[in-house]
């Protein structure tokens, strides 16, 4: 089993790679890939994942300290 890592992109998506799984409230679970992009902006029409729709829009810059 790999290790699940998130990385916060700037400006833009979460990049999920690993071994994991998608549930939203009810528990059902989404059909997904060894790595996707969850949507951060709010703006993406195929939430939860990430449609590039953040381009020009979404401005975010995190660092771990």
Same mark, same amino acid.
Request: aromatic share 6%; with cysteine; glycine share 10%.
């Given at each position: 089993?790999?290790?699940?890592?998130?990385?916060?992109?700037?400006?833009?998506? !979460?990049?999920?790679?690993?071994? @994991?799984?998608?549930?939203?409230?009810? &528990? *059902?679970?989404?059909?997904?890939?060894? +790595?996707?992009?969850?949507?951060?902006?709010? !703006?993406?029409?195929?939430?939860? @994942?990430?449609?590039?729709?953040?381009? &020009? *829009?979404?401005?975010?810059?995190?660092? +771990?300290?």
């Amino acid at each position: 089993m790999s290790k699940t890592k998130i990385t916060v992109r700037d400006n833009g998506s !979460l990049l999920i790679q690993g071994d @994991f799984e998608l549930v939203d409230a009810e &528990g *059902n679970v989404f059909e997904t890939k060894p +790595a996707i992009s969850l949507c951060r902006c709010g !703006l993406s029409d195929n939430k939860p @994942f990430c449609d590039g729709s953040h381009k &020009g *829009n979404f401005e975010s810059v995190v660092r +771990a300290k």
